[in-house]
């Protein structure tokens, strides 16, 4: 069955650091999604992306954040200067319009 | 906007007792159902879906039907295992919000032996 990956699995950097995690949704897909869970927390939604283009994203998707899918494969989450507070669990989701949305194992980031 | 509301846990339970964790949906169009299961330090896992009115997801004894008079989607499983220790979420989707996942704020659920 085909399934979304995502590098790395963990990550640890400094505050103020960027972070650029890394997704591979399923190939014929064409909605992508980020979302993030703090430990302990509830999942929140980010950002979608369709057609190459941010169609949505929540009030946690500030500046310091972008989203791109730089060759037709890969869906990338950046981080331009990390804070504590983004220290979470990041999902990647993919979806092929109107059917059931697919996660990956998640990358867990944790800022120091 | 589109919203889920989970009953608060954490949920403890013996073996082999009944399950119930309720779950709500606010939503301006119709959504589909899931539930995910996240097991300690792992990420989520579909555990079932349903796509419209009066649908029954089921998966591995555990199951749920949407019930559009009363905007619910409650879980259920007849006798837990142990191995059903997890956070279970409720959460739907719809072309309304872009297809984009809301969750409910997930219930823990401890089964003891």
Redesign the interface.
Known sequence: EPEVTQTPSHQVTQMGQEVILRCVPISNHLYFYWYRQILGQKVEFLVSFYNNEISEKSEIFDDQFSVERPDGSNFTLKIRSTKLEDSAMYFCASLLAGETQYFGPGTRLLVL | GNSVTQMEGPVTLSEEAFLTINCTYTATGYP?L?W?VQYPG???Q?LL?ATKADDKGSNKGFEATYRKETTSFHLEKGSVQVSDSAVY?C?L?D?T??????????TRLFVKA
């Open positions: 589909s899931f995910y792992e990420g989520l579909l879906k979420f959460a989707s072309i919000g872009g297809f984009k996942t809301i969750f409910g704020a997930g």
